[in-house]
């Protein structure tokens, strides 16, 4: 029998929050208990923040739930069309932004020991074929080499491949993308924030309207909360007697889509752990959930305005014929759809559209990324700390500024930058790559390595995870060393630790026999 349900909401049922009955006084309101709020709420309740996290229904009730958890940024907008409309280094800068969201996740699963299967994947581009029952698809391939290209240009990890995994068709393979269960990383962050000072959780809290300054939030119940900053996270911005946004930007610039997703289970293996998308209008998607015995394969499409399709279960009937295509002996067991918020530039609406009032939405398919982007540029804002993207997705904007941009140079300084080189293609993917006398971290089988190659050849291989904060080491070519660029510890090559503030050494990690014979010179 196949759910009408999420996934995800089927196996991860959530906690119960209480509604609020009184009037009460706090530094932060976060409006909204999805992705966003969750996140806002946790990283300022590590800020020192006294935070109000209110959910009209269930935390964890609407659109993050129905989700299918991509961590990747690469944009629904393609990277050619983003550096066409906006410039090269603003392209960079929205896929940086993204990149930022995923170390972030990646950081807080590290720091809180978070078991939600979070894994560093691969993300594949493909064009559509008219062999999976989409003739009409052919018309939007694209130059994918052309997107590789510039993507190494903005130093991402690009390249083109003959065979995408399943699809069997040309595509791109972007290194340093994610995935992960999005209920289970949030239920444990609910579960973080409460009990216990700093943080409080309300559910069946609706607010009917916000005004002034300092704030004063009201409830449909008629209770007040008072506040310094409030953040709207409601996926849609409230609407009504709170006047949170001009009728003409909501009209105007936002456009709800539906989007379709089916589920089902295969043998263990049978899919390769990676994301993969094509290049239709509208595109399909698919990635793997893999559980211990079995996989649990997500394939997703069909968008259409929300409103103009009639009958929505054909939707999930072609999804269904075309992944059945390709993967012949799944069993199918759940269905489920989900909203997207579209804005006119396909760029997302995040910042202060009013005086300490924060708003975030528009995240078109990448609601994961740029929901805990907005939490972390909201994080910066009520902290005082200046953002590198603030300008970029700004509500008011009317046009991204054109002309020359340092971007790097002139956020040299934000954490994200500091360990960059993480992800900018640098390093290499074997251990051949590291040559006598030098050190590299390099991506080895999916995991962060910390390699020096000494001048007799011997090879030492440790983390390159700091195990202060979790930040990835850099190599120190004048020291022998590898340093934590984010809080100045230093390690041996061995991994010792040689100053703090980091404890302990850089752990361990697994060198297969066929990796240390190939990487002989």
Known sequence: MVETNSYWIDNSPAPRFSALKEDIAVDVLIVGAGITGVTAAYLLKRAGCNVALVEKDRCLSHETSYTTAHLTCVTDTLLSELVKNFGKDHAQAIWDAQLAAIDTIDRIVWRE????????????????????????????????????QLANELGFDARVIKSVPVFKRLGVRYENQAKFHPRKYLLALLRLLCPGRGCQVYESTEIEKIEGTPITATTTGGHRIHCEHVLVATHVPLQGKSGLLPATLLQSKLAPYNSYVIGGWVPRGSV?????????DPYDYLRVDRRHDHDFVIFGGEDHKTGQVDETSACFNRLEQRLKQLL?????????????????????????????????????GNGMTFGTLSAMMFADHVTAKTNPWAELFDPGRTKIKGGLWDYIKENKDYPYYLVRDRFAGKGGHSLRSVKRGTGEVIDLNGHAAAVY?????????????????????????????????????????????LAGPAEKPLGPIEVKEKDRARSRD
């Not at 078991?115 to 994918?144: H, M």
């Open 113 to 148: 020991q978070i078991k939600c299967q979070f894994e560093w994947v691969p993300g594949y581009l493909f064009n559509p074929s008219a062999e999976t029952n989409r003739p009409e698809q052919e018309k939007n391939s694209i130059d994918l080499a052309h997107e590789a």
């Open 272 to 280: 390769d752990e990676a994301l993969f998308w094509d290049t239709g």
């Open 328 to 364: 012949p002996d799944i069993s199918v067991t759940h269905r489920w759809s989900g909203q997207v918020i579209e804005t006119h530039d396909g760029v997302p609406y995040i910042g202060e559209h009013a005086e300490r009032q924060f708003v975030a939405t528009g995240f078109s």
């Open 453 to 497: 190659r000494g001048l007799d050849g011997e090879l030492h291989v440790r983390s390159a995870v700091c195990t202060h904060m979790g930040c990835y080491v850099s190599w120190n070519d004048a020291e022998r060393t590898w340093d934590c660029p984010c809080h100045g510890s230093r390690f041996k090559v061995s991994g010792e630790l």
